[in-house]
């Protein structure tokens, strides 16, 4: 398992002739019930793969509404443990989706990075993004997430020159992370036609699928980013349809699933619509 | 990890290449920053070995900041004290009124130095503002300074001298709205106009080379004091005494006599309404090991890791964490680290104007606040050197509140 079902999902995804949607959730927001409900649901509502981000007090390259998230999250409880126990909660009942933690490196640093990579291999996690964490400082986290056969998934951004994605790439496995602005999450919106080349070079310098987050909120645009990368992740949007269906007193699973098959959708069609690219 | 306790031959030695002190400090940031932090690194190395740099810095510390600074005989404290001679080295008559415009000259001529066209900056207690905003308006660069909403309200009148000094001032609502969450915000802006923004770090913390660099561009206090030690005393002091937030005061005075064996190295940390309520803010005696802002040190943090809220009267220390070179300092033994409450800062505050006719600030109170358990465990031959590292001008209303008085 582990990096075998992120591989596994991505030559599906390939035969099928469609890109992914990475679908990014919050674990513990707004609460773990909840939180878990909607994990839960986020395979039947069509994505692909779950990014499940664990809360950090100090998140320095979120934009608000994940800045919020977080805040809910810890609000309600949330820790790391309880995020690896949700994990295991979910792998009961989806053996098959990839799970890729996402946040940042004091929570790791805290639990010991071996003793972190253990954990979330038991759990049934596949892959971790972290942060602040740059390849300079990555050897440590890799070594003990190889152990475990975990994938580490460095992030490539539009900073990121030839050499450095060839750097990112050797410590990357299951799919490679494209952010497709400079800035933070959920704030500037991406632009398909400036991503592409830059989705080019990052599947140049590792051969792995590409996916694309950080400013991506709505249907139209992960159909554009979708025909010219392997994956499309959206999270701001997401965890914003959380906050206003708390603000508006209505059921958080129900709203924010059915923005993910809104979402899921245009991804599917990106490629039917336009069978040329 | 290293043992703790490996002793180096030479402790001036480090960062090393990869901007770790022992375990401590590093490169912790996004990617997106990684490149720019790599090129900041490659222009401080350029500019740091080239004399035309140099010599322009070192005119301005003189004829602009006003260096170098007294180092004064307190006589009557010592007296008070009754042990070792103290001195204090005079930061809080710099221009701008702390040690921190000796970093603000530095970084601004590097920023120039890089093509940079826009400068953000993050402060606590409003003196990296006021120095960062006051270099600004020297070189006619826009400047936005982030400073936590709880810290714009208790340092009104810093924030009105950087808006009259042209700066932008964002205050920052998220997390505890102080010093962290400014930082928070400044790492975000940057992250988000990577291209023109220089971010002028005002503390001896963060991403490599920060913490190198601004103990460079600080330890000129060190020099001076060691000199003027020298010719005073025709000898070294037995100590030096700083208070400790992100220490950027500190290393400045302590780098010069890190291979200096004989001198003890006392850092004072804001031990807010006592260690034991847990509401205070020194990363060292109270904190351990973690990652935040870029690099590895001393940090607040519950079980899990997440940040806890520093507390202090003062806005400048009211940090959760410190910087990287003294968690290394204090592994390997070569500094101690004390701690002072509010209530003894308070109470040193109003013992130097008494004694001495001069307000510190709350945070170098800390400092003073431990200074007579320091001149007499020296003793009365010894010497020890106090920098006293800002003015306590901006510090009335907060003193005032706390001695239960309207001004």
């Given at each position: 398992?582990?990096?075998?079902?992120?591989?596994?999902?991505?030559?599906?995804?390939?035969a099928?002739?469609?890109?992914?949607?990475?679908?990014?959730?919050?674990?513990?927001?707004?609460?773990?019930?909840?939180?878990?409900e909607?994990?839960?649901?986020?395979?039947?509502?069509?994505?692909?793969?779950i990014?499940v981000?664990?809360?950090?007090?100090?998140?320095?390259?979120?934009?608000?509404?994940?800045?919020?998230?977080?805040?809910?999250?810890?609000?309600?409880?949330?820790?790391?443990?309880?995020?690896?126990?949700?994990i295991?909660?979910?792998?009961?009942?989806?053996?098959?989706?990839?799970?890729?933690?996402?946040?940042?490196?004091?929570?790791?640093?805290?639990?010991?990075?071996?003793?972190?990579?253990?954990?979330?291999?038991a759990?049934?996690?596949?892959?971790?993004?972290?942060?602040?964490?740059?390849?300079?400082?990555?050897?440590?986290?890799?070594?003990?997430?190889?152990?475990?056969?975990?994938?580490?998934?460095?992030?490539?951004?539009?900073?990121?020159?030839?050499?450095?994605?060839?750097?990112?790439?050797?410590?990357?496995?299951?799919?490679?992370?494209?952010?497709?602005?400079?800035?933070?999450?959920?704030?500037?919106?991406?632009?398909?036609?400036?991503?592409?080349?830059?989705?080019?070079?990052?599947?140049?310098?590792?051969g792995?699928p590409v996916?694309?987050?950080?400013?991506?909120?709505?249907?139209e645009?992960?159909?554009?980013?979708?025909?010219?990368?392997?994956?499309?992740?959206?999270?701001?949007?997401?965890v914003?349809?959380?906050?206003?269906?708390?603000?508006?007193?209505?059921?958080?699973?129900?709203?924010?699933?059915?923005?993910v098959?809104?979402?899921?959708?245009?991804?599917?069609?990106?490629?039917?619509?336009?069978?040329?690219? | 990890?290293?043992?703790?306790?490996?002793?180096?031959?030479d402790?001036?030695?480090?960062?090393?290449?990869?901007?770790?002190?022992?375990?401590?400090?590093?490169?912790?940031?996004?990617?997106?920053?990684?490149?720019?932090?790599?090129?900041?690194?490659?222009?401080?190395?350029?500019a740091k070995?080239?004399?035309?740099?140099?010599?322009?810095?070192?005119g301005?510390?003189?004829?602009?900041?006003?260096?170098?600074s007294?180092?004064?005989?307190?006589?009557?404290?010592?007296?008070h004290?009754?042990?070792?001679?103290?001195y204090?080295?005079?930061?809080?008559?710099?221009?701008?009124?702390?040690?921190?415009i000796?970093?603000?000259?530095?970084?601004?001529?590097?920023?120039?130095?890089?093509?940079?066209?826009?400068?953000?900056?993050e402060?606590?207690?409003?003196?990296?503002g006021?120095?960062?905003?006051?270099?600004?308006?020297?070189?006619?660069?826009?400047?936005?300074?982030?400073?936590?909403?709880?810290?714009?309200?208790?340092?009104?009148?810093?924030?009105?001298r950087?808006?009259l000094?042209?700066?932008?001032?964002?205050?920052?609502?998220?997390g505890?709205?102080?010093?962290?969450?400014?930082?928070?915000?400044?790492?975000?802006?940057?992250?988000t106009?990577?291209?023109d923004?220089?971010?002028?770090?005002?503390?001896?913390?963060g991403?490599?080379?920060?913490?190198?660099?601004?103990?460079?561009?600080?330890?000129?206090?060190?020099?001076?004091?060691?000199?003027q030690?020298?010719?005073?005393?025709?000898?070294?002091?037995?100590?030096?005494?700083?208070?400790?937030?992100?220490?950027?005061?500190?290393?400045?005075?302590?780098?010069?006599?890190?291979?200096?064996?004989?001198?003890?190295?006392?850092?004072?940390?804001?031990?807010?309404?006592?260690?034991?309520?847990?509401?205070?803010?020194?990363?060292?005696?109270?904190?351990?090991?973690?990652?935040?802002?870029?690099?590895?040190?001393?940090?607040?943090?519950?079980?899990?890791?997440?940040?806890?809220?520093?507390?202090?009267?003062?806005?400048?220390?009211?940090?959760?964490?410190?910087?990287?070179e003294?968690?290394?300092?204090?592994?390997?033994?070569?500094?101690?680290?004390?701690t002072?409450?509010?209530?003894?800062?308070?109470?040193?505050?109003?013992?130097?104007?008494?004694?001495e006719?001069?307000?510190?600030?709350?945070?170098?109170?800390?400092?003073?606040?431990?200074?007579?358990?320091?001149?007499?465990d020296?003793?009365?031959?010894?010497?020890?050197?106090?920098?006293?590292?800002?003015?306590?001008?901006?510090?009335?209303?907060?003193?005032?509140?706390?001695?239960?008085?309207?001004?």
């Amino acid at each position: 398992m582990t990096k075998a079902r992120i591989d596994v999902r991505f030559a599906a995804l390939k035969a099928e002739n469609r890109a992914a949607f990475v679908a990014y959730i919050m674990a513990g927001d707004p609460d773990y019930d909840r939180g878990l409900e909607i994990l839960k649901g986020l395979p039947a509502a069509g994505a692909d793969l779950i990014e499940v981000g664990f809360p950090f007090s100090d998140p320095m390259a979120e934009g608000p509404p994940i800045q919020r998230a977080a805040l809910r999250a810890l609000d309600s409880g949330m820790t790391l443990s309880k995020t690896l126990a949700m994990i295991a909660e979910f792998r009961k009942g989806d053996q098959t989706t990839p799970i890729i933690l996402m946040g940042y490196a004091n929570p790791l640093v805290n639990r010991g990075f071996v003793a972190f990579a253990q954990d979330a291999a038991a759990a049934g996690a596949d892959g971790l993004i972290v942060v602040d964490i740059p390849p300079e400082e990555a050897d440590p986290l890799a070594d003990a997430l190889d152990a475990e056969n975990l994938s580490l998934l460095l992030l490539s951004t539009p900073t990121s020159d030839d050499a450095r994605l060839k750097v990112i790439a050797r410590r990357t496995s299951g799919f490679a992370y494209y952010v497709s602005v400079a800035g933070v999450t959920g704030v500037k919106e991406a632009d398909a036609a400036a991503v592409a080349p830059h989705v080019a070079r990052v599947r140049a310098a590792g051969g792995l699928p590409v996916c694309v987050g950080f400013g991506i909120k709505t249907p139209e645009r992960a159909e554009a980013v979708a025909r010219v990368a392997d994956g499309v992740v959206v999270g701001s949007a997401l965890v914003e349809e959380i906050a206003a269906s708390l603000a508006m007193n209505e059921t958080v699973t129900t709203r924010v699933l059915s923005k993910v098959e809104s979402l899921a959708k245009a991804v599917r069609l990106a490629r039917v619509a336009s069978p040329t690219v | 990890m290293n043992a703790p306790s490996a002793k180096p031959n030479d402790y001036a030695a480090y960062p090393d290449a990869n901007g770790r002190f022992g375990d401590y400090g590093g490169r912790y940031v996004p990617e997106t920053l990684m490149p720019l932090v790599h090129e900041l690194d490659a222009a401080y190395s350029a500019a740091k070995a080239d004399p035309a740099f140099q010599a322009e810095l070192s005119g301005l510390l003189t004829h602009y900041v006003g260096r170098p600074s007294p180092l004064y005989l307190a006589e009557r404290l010592t007296e008070h004290f009754g042990g070792a001679k103290i001195y204090l080295k005079r930061e809080e008559l710099n221009h701008t009124g702390s040690h921190k415009i000796n970093n603000c000259i530095g970084q601004i001529l590097l920023a120039r130095r890089m093509g940079k066209t826009r400068i953000i900056a993050e402060t606590g207690a409003g003196q990296h503002g006021v120095a960062s905003a006051t270099v600004c308006a020297k070189y006619g660069l826009p400047c936005v300074v982030y400073m936590g909403a709880v810290d714009v309200e208790r340092q009104k009148p810093n924030v009105f001298r950087m808006n009259l000094l042209g700066a932008r001032v964002e205050a920052v609502t998220s997390g505890s709205a102080t010093l962290k969450d400014a930082m928070n915000e400044a790492l975000r802006d940057w992250v988000t106009n990577v291209h023109d923004t220089y971010y002028l770090i005002g503390t001896a913390a963060g991403m490599h080379p920060y913490p190198a660099m601004v103990r460079d561009f600080q330890s000129v206090i060190g020099l001076e004091t060691k000199a003027q030690v020298m010719e005073a005393e025709g000898r070294l002091p037995d100590a030096v005494v700083a208070c400790v937030g992100g220490g950027s005061n500190a290393i400045g005075m302590f780098h010069p006599f890190l291979n200096d064996e004989s001198v003890k190295l006392i850092g004072v940390e804001a031990a807010g309404e006592g260690m034991e309520t847990g509401r205070h803010a020194a990363a060292i005696n109270g904190g351990r090991p973690g990652v935040l802002h870029g690099n590895m040190t001393y940090l607040l943090q519950d079980p899990e890791g997440q940040i806890t809220e520093a507390h202090s009267i003062s806005a400048g220390l009211d940090y959760p964490g410190i910087g990287p070179e003294h968690s290394w300092l204090h592994d390997v033994g070569r500094a101690t680290y004390l701690t002072a409450t509010d209530l003894e800062s308070l109470d040193a505050f109003k013992l130097l104007a008494e004694l001495e006719g001069i307000l510190p600030a709350i945070e170098s109170a800390h400092a003073i606040a431990r200074l007579g358990d320091v001149a007499r465990d020296v003793g009365k031959d010894g010497i020890v050197v106090l920098n006293l590292s800002g003015r306590g001008d901006k510090d009335v209303a907060t003193v005032a509140a706390h001695l239960g008085m309207a001004i």
